[in-house]
């Protein structure tokens, strides 16, 4: 889900990203 929130707004994808990944 997370994947998906972050790639719908795009810009919360690099959030996203940092926080999936730490």
């Known amino acids: 889900m997370s994947k998906i929130i972050g790639i719908d707004l ?8 940092v926080m999936e990944g730490g």
């Open 10 to 17: 795009g810009t919360t994808n690099s959030c996203v990203a």
